[in-house]
């Protein structure tokens, strides 16, 4: 099966893809009447072009790295974890919990407790779905799909009526305790010297979300149980006959995989917010799935894709502000096609890639 | 609760089960044939705008629905062009399709109208009326019947009694029919229809137009029916609730119909009661809008009466070579 060498598999076919993907939002961009060149560079000027741009960018990456990680970890056992939104969701609930529980004293003393209760409340969400799928053979695709609206209805109650600051009309808890604000980069990179936008929502998460990329290359490649978390995912029943239980590699891919989509809460309801408020995931959730399909559930390859769909996001802000006629509903569309061709249609890009190098290798030969 | 607010809910049962039902019987259509389909919400979504948009523009609702039914085959074709040709998976083009539709809309809409993501207000002939049905104002003073004919049964827009009748139509070209017995064998086993002599790309295809075509009426009873115009993001959910009943029906158009009203009913009273007493607990309005997808999963469970789906859902088909 080895037609393609290994560099065309990991960047030759993802940048195809992406090129594909930004011609065809570059003609919608046409359609509408305005140029895609001009769109391109208020794009990147503004996701790239300051350090204010910067601070927003690798902030959205750092929750697309936490959904990416989460969807990658899935599809290595070849489980489609769809349900990422809802358990962010319920990650950020958790967050926001041990943050409010005491008058944390400093926020590295919060900060441990806060990742075991944005992780263990993810992966309890996707327990259940877990145990279904494992269990009793239901679809975890339709049963995380149900848990994301299960989730946003259950914030939603809990913040409307139970959670919510007595006599005030929003629906969000109190401000977080001054002792769980995590510091952001302009006071990080402030210990060093280094100048940065002070009101940039970057934080000593986006650290975090690098520990757990690191942490999910270690798991998948260097341990025993990474290993059988692939060997399930490439055949069930070579897994089986090796002795791998199905329903515990299931059950660990899951809870792993939500415990990553709930640490999302670190950074946008305990770095950000610094309270609870209803959507807090804004449909990060979703783009993981498109980043762990760009960037084929490597880690490193979820935190390039993580970045860039980070500059989409933050530079399809900026763009609405600069060319209101182009809204910020272009990064759906972009997302939306990253996920086609990446995805879906992703045999109408390989296939032809595939004759071009067998035709090489044989005039080589 | 008299008997008039009684009405009431069940008319607006009816009205908020009609697009459900549609999309449910879209991706029963695409199912049954061994399509999954989580890209009905998109479908839906874009129907929705381009059949306001266009009836808008043009003053004509038919020429918008035509456009918003277009618009939604397009979207089916290119789900049918990713799962059947080029063997993708059909989880993940579903997705795609669903943020194509919710980007595509709004950025259109807004260069047509910039009305943040808005079509104009439809009036008149650019909308769907309500048609009393005959003999409804004679009929009225029967006592109990008479008010049900009237409130309930009489007054809906002609999408809702086209939803309805495409009931009784499904469970007949799908039970009744070759056309359905090859479809539904697709969807089984279609290795077995491929050595038959019958095109298994042919049939998949004709299922996801078919999906296409109905998704489309639903998303244009939701913008020139069901409401005066398009709003971002106004499927909200709908093509989700629709697979849930799907699931629910396991499969099934009458229990199809019977799953929409269902979840038509709890949105009704979702929709009227911000809490509603059930023996002594206040069961707030939010558990009432989740109870479809918690129904949804205890059915997955397999804990009341298991649901099944189509055995060669899923997967691509792949002639021997």
Same mark, same amino acid.
């Given at each position: 099966?080895?037609?393609?060498?290994?560099?065309? =598999?990991?960047?030759?076919?993802p940048?195809? #893809?992406?090129?594909?993907?930004?011609?065809?939002?570059?003609?919608?961009?046409?359609?509408?009447?305005? +140029?895609?060149?001009?769109?391109?560079?208020?794009?990147?000027?503004?996701?790239?072009?300051?350090?204010?741009?910067?601070?927003?960018?690798?902030?959205?990456?750092? +929750? /697309?790295? /936490?959904?990416?990680?989460?969807?990658?970890?899935?599809?290595?056992?070849? %489980?489609?974890?769809?349900?990422?939104?809802?358990?962010?969701?319920?990650?950020? *609930?958790?967050?926001?919990?041990?943050?409010?529980?005491?008058?944390? @004293?400093h926020?590295?003393?919060?900060?441990?407790?806060?990742?075991?209760?944005?992780?263990?409340?993810?992966?309890?969400w996707?327990?259940i779905?877990?145990y279904?799928?494992?269990?009793?053979?239901?679809?975890?695709v339709?049963?995380?799909?149900?848990?994301?609206?299960?989730?946003?209805? *259950?914030?939603?109650?809990?913040?409307? #009526?139970?959670?919510?600051?007595?006599?005030?009309?929003?629906?969000?808890?109190?401000?977080?305790?001054?002792?769980?604000?995590?510091?952001?980069?302009?006071?990080?990179?402030?210990?060093?010297?280094?100048?940065?936008?002070?009101?940039?929502?970057? +934080?000593?998460?986006?650290?975090?979300?690098?520990?757990?990329?690191?942490?999910?290359?270690?798991?998948?490649?260097?341990?025993?149980?990474?290993?059988q978390?692939?060997?399930?995912?490439?055949?069930?029943?070579?897994?089986?006959? &090796?002795?791998?239980?199905?329903?515990?590699?299931?059950?660990?891919?899951?809870?792993?995989?939500?415990?990553?989509?709930?640490? $999302?809460?670190? #950074?946008?309801? $305990?770095?950000?917010?610094?309270?609870?408020?209803?959507d807090?995931?804004?449909?990060?959730?979703?783009?993981?799935?498109?980043?762990? %399909?760009?960037?084929?559930?490597h880690?490193?390859?979820?935190?390039?894709?993580?970045?860039?769909?980070?500059?989409?996001?933050?530079?399809?802000?900026?763009?609405e502000?600069?060319?209101?006629?182009?809204?910020?509903? $272009?990064?759906?569309?972009?997302?939306?096609?990253?996920?086609?061709?990446t995805?879906?249609l992703e045999?109408m890009?390989?296939?032809?890639?595939?004759?071009?190098?067998?035709?090489?290798?044989?005039r080589?030969? | $609760?008299?008997?008039?607010?009684?009405?009431?809910?069940?008319?607006?049962?009816?009205? %908020?089960?009609? @697009?459900?039902? *549609?999309?449910?019987?879209?991706?029963?259509?695409?199912?049954?044939?061994?399509?999954?389909?989580?890209?009905?919400?998109?479908?839906?979504?874009?129907?929705?705008?381009?059949?306001?948009?266009?009836?808008?523009?043009?003053?004509?609702?038919?020429?918008?629905?035509?456009?918003?039914?277009?618009?939604?085959v397009?979207?089916?074709?290119?789900?049918?062009?990713?799962?059947?040709?080029?063997?993708? =998976?059909q989880?993940?083009?579903?997705?795609?399709?669903?943020?194509?539709?919710?980007?595509?809309?709004?950025?259109?809409s807004? =260069?047509?109208?910039?009305?943040?993501?808005?079509?104009?207000?439809?009036?008149?002939?650019?909308?769907? +009326?309500?048609? =009393?049905?005959?003999?409804?104002?004679?009929?009225?003073?029967?006592?109990?019947?008479? @008010?049900?004919?009237?409130?309930?049964?009489?007054?809906?827009?002609?999408?809702?009694?086209? &939803?309805?009748?495409?009931?009784?139509?499904?469970?007949?070209?799908?039970?009744?029919?070759?056309?359905?017995?090859?479809?539904?064998? !697709?969807?089984? #086993?279609?290795?077995?229809?491929?050595?038959?002599?019958?095109?298994?790309?042919r049939?998949?295809?004709?299922?996801?137009?078919?999906?296409?075509?109905?998704?489309?009426?639903?998303?244009?009873?939701?913008?020139?029916?069901?409401?005066?115009?398009?709003?971002?993001?106004?499927?909200?959910?709908?093509?989700?609730?629709?697979?849930?009943?799907?699931?629910?029906?396991?499969?099934?158009?009458?229990?199809?119909?019977?799953?929409?009203?269902?979840?038509?009913?709890?949105?009704?009273?979702?929709?009227?009661?911000?809490?509603?007493?059930?023996?002594?607990?206040?069961?707030?309005?939010?558990?009432?809008?989740? %109870?479809?997808?918690?129904?949804?999963?205890?059915?997955?469970?397999?804990?009341?009466?298991?649901?099944?789906? @189509?055995?060669?859902?899923?997967?691509?088909? !792949?002639?021997?070579?």
């Open positions: 099966m080895d037609t393609l060498p290994r560099w065309a =598999d990991v960047i030759l076919i940048v195809i #893809n992406l090129v594909l993907a930004l011609l065809v939002s570059g003609l919608v961009v046409l359609y509408i009447g305005e +140029n895609p060149i001009e769109a391109i560079k208020i794009l990147l000027n503004g996701a790239i072009g300051s350090t204010r741009g910067w601070g927003y960018t690798l902030y959205f990456a750092t +929750n /697309f790295i /936490f959904t990416g990680l989460a969807v990658s970890i899935a599809f290595h056992a070849r %489980l489609f974890n769809i349900g990422g939104e809802g358990q962010a969701a319920i990650g950020g *609930l958790g967050v926001a919990l041990v943050s409010l529980s005491i008058n944390w @004293p926020w590295a003393v919060a900060l441990p407790f806060a990742i075991i209760g944005g992780a263990v409340f993810g992966a309890a996707a327990a779905p877990a279904l799928q494992a269990r009793r053979g239901s679809h975890i339709i049963t995380t799909i149900m848990f994301n609206f299960i989730a946003s209805a *259950l914030l939603v109650y809990l913040l409307v #009526n139970v959670m919510k600051v007595p006599g005030s009309m929003a629906p969000e808890t109190a401000a977080f305790p001054k002792g769980t604000n995590l510091p952001n980069a302009y006071q990080v990179l402030g210990w060093f010297g280094i100048p940065f936008n002070k009101f940039a929502p970057l +934080n000593i998460a986006f650290l975090l979300a690098l520990v757990c990329c690191v942490g999910v290359w270690a798991l998948i490649w260097r341990t025993r149980l990474g290993y978390l692939r060997a399930y995912g490439h055949s069930e029943s070579a897994a089986v006959y &090796a002795g791998i239980s199905p329903f515990r590699i299931t059950m660990i891919a899951m809870l792993i995989s939500g415990g990553l989509a709930g640490l $999302m809460g670190i #950074n946008a309801v $305990m770095g950000e917010a610094e309270r609870l408020v209803i807090s995931v804004q449909g990060a959730g979703f783009v993981g799935i498109a980043v762990a %399909l760009m960037g084929r559930s880690p490193l390859g979820v935190f390039l894709a993580a970045v860039l769909f980070g500059i989409l996001t933050q530079g399809g802000i900026e763009l502000f600069e060319i209101p006629a182009v809204s910020r509903e $272009m990064i759906l569309v972009i997302q939306a096609l990253v996920i086609l061709f995805g879906a045999n890009v390989r296939a032809p890639v595939e004759r071009l190098f067998q035709r090489r290798k044989k080589s030969s | $609760m008299d008997y008039q607010v009684i009405l009431q809910i069940l008319d607006s049962t009816l009205r %908020l089960a009609t @697009p459900l039902l *549609l999309a449910c019987l879209a991706g029963l259509f695409s199912e049954r044939a061994g399509i999954f389909d989580i890209g009905l919400e998109g479908k839906m979504l874009i129907a929705a705008f381009f059949s306001a948009a266009i009836a808008a523009t043009t003053g004509s609702v038919w020429i918008g629905l035509f456009a918003g039914i277009s618009a939604s397009a979207l089916a074709m290119l789900h049918g062009l990713a799962s059947i040709t080029f063997r993708g =998976d989880l993940i083009s579903g997705v795609a399709i669903n943020f194509l539709a919710a980007g595509l809309t709004v950025l259109i807004e =260069d047509w109208f910039q009305q943040g993501g808005r079509t104009p207000q439809l009036a008149g002939a650019a909308r769907f +009326n309500p048609i =009393d049905l005959p003999f409804a104002d004679t009929f009225s003073v029967v006592p109990i019947l008479g @008010p049900i004919y009237k409130e309930v049964i009489s007054g809906h827009t002609i999408l809702v009694y086209a &939803a309805l009748l495409a009931v009784p139509l499904t469970w007949y070209v799908l039970f009744r029919t070759r056309f359905g017995l090859r479809l539904r064998a !697709v969807g089984e #086993n279609p290795g077995a229809v491929d050595t038959a002599g019958i095109s298994v790309t049939l998949r295809y004709t299922a996801v137009v078919i999906c296409g075509i109905l998704c489309g009426l639903a998303g244009a009873y939701l913008a020139t029916g069901f409401a005066a115009g398009f709003v971002k993001e106004m499927s909200a959910g709908r093509g989700f609730i629709a697979l849930a009943a799907l699931i629910f029906a396991k499969w099934r158009p009458w229990q199809a119909l019977g799953a929409t009203l269902l979840f038509g009913l709890l949105d009704a009273l979702g929709t009227r009661y911000q809490n509603i007493e059930v023996i002594g607990f206040n069961v707030p309005v939010q558990f009432m809008q989740a %109870l479809p997808y918690i129904l949804t999963v205890v059915i997955l469970a397999g804990f009341v009466g298991k649901a099944i789906p @189509p055995r060669a859902g899923g997967a691509p088909y !792949v002639k021997e070579r």
